[in-house]
C-alpha cells in the first residue's frame, strides 16, 4: 500500500485560516490514519511525505504539519510491529506537487538547499529505502548552502585544510557565512566606522533583495534603496527568505517581521545597524525595539498574556525575545 495523496494552500503562519489546514491536513493526515485503521496483513505500508517536515520551508507550516505526522505514523506502526516506510521526499523534476512552480519558485528552493531529482533517480532512491526496510528516509537531492542552519552540519568544516569552501575574503550573499570573517560578519560589520557600516550594509540589503526577487546579487545596484519592497516584487514568502539571509548574511538574530515593519532597503539597512550597535542613539525611524520588547501593558505580567487571541501570541511569538 503507498499513500500519495497531497495538496498545498501557501501562506505565512499569521496568514493562515482553518480553511487552508482543512485542505491540506485531510488528505495527508485523514486518509493516512483511515489507511491505518482499515488495512491489515499488508506486506509494506508506505507513506509519501516531504523533506519541507524535516527541513522546513516558508510558507508551508501546514504542509510541513501534515507530512511530519505521516512520519510520525511510520514510527508508531513499526513499534506496533506493522510494516510502515515512511519517504520525506525532496524536490522532483517534472510536474507532479511541484509542477505549478516556476522558475524564480525552483530558484527560491534551490537557495535552501534542496535540487530537483530526476524521476528514474527518485525511484532508485525508492528502492533503495524500501530494501532497506527503512522506517524513515529522507530521499532528496540536497546542495548544502554555507550560512542555512538547518544544512549547516551536512558542510565540512571550514576550518579544515580539507574543505572545498573558500575560508578568506568574503562570501557571495548565497553564500553568507562562508569565508574568513564571515565566521563572525556581526563583528565584522561591528568593526566598521559608521559611514563604511551603512554603505556596507545597505549593499547587503540589496543584493539578498535582488537575490530573493530572482535576480543575481551583482543586480542589487538596480535595487532601489526607496522604493517600498512591496513595489519591487516581495511578497511574505520572499520577505521571510530575506530575513533568513540577512540574518546569516549579518550574524544577528533578525525579527521575523522586520520586512514588514521597515518597508524599504534604506529603513531596513538602518534597523540593522541599530541591531549590531545598540549602544549607539537609534536613527529616526522606527527601531528593534518597535517589535522585540515586551508589548505594552503587559509587563511580563501573565493574566496579560491569557488575554490574548490567537492572532496576538504568534505575533508576540514571531517578535521573539528583546534584542
Known sequence: MVHAAGALDDATVTALTSEQLRAVLRPKVDAAWNLHELTEDLSSFVLFS???????????????????????????????????????????????????????????????GLLPMRPEAALDLFDTAMARDLVHAVPAWLSPVPGLSVLRDLLPDPDSERSPIPVTGKGAPGEAGSGG??????????????????????????????????????AGSEVDPDRPFTEQGTDSLTSVELRNRLSAAVGVRVPATAVFDHPNPRALARFLTGLLTPELPAPEGRTGQDRTT????????GDAIDSMGVDELVNLALRGPSV
Open 50 to 112: 516531504s523533506a519541507v517536515g524535516v527541513l522546513g520551508n516558508p510558507g508551508q507550516a501546514n504542509y510541513a504539519a501534515a507530512n511530519v505526522f505521516c512520519d510520525a505514523l511510520a514510527h508508531v506502526r513499526r513499534d506496533a510491529g506493522l510494516p510502515a516506510t515512511s519517504l520525506s521526499w525532496g524536490l522532483w523534476e517534472g510536474g507532479g506537487m511541484t509542477g505549478h512552480l516556476d522558475e524564480n519558485d525552483l530558484a527560491t528552493l534551490s537557495r535552501s
Open 181 to 218: 570573517e564571515e565566521h563572525d560578519p556581526a563583528a565584522r560589520f561591528a568593526a566598521m566606522d559608521p559611514e563604511e557600516r551603512s554603505r556596507s550594509l545597505l549593499r547587503e540589503v540589496r543584493e539578498h533583495t535582488a537575490v530573493v526577487l530572482g535576480h543575481r546579487a551583482e
Open 294 to 301: 515586551t508589548p505594552p501593558g503587559t509587563d511580563g505580567d
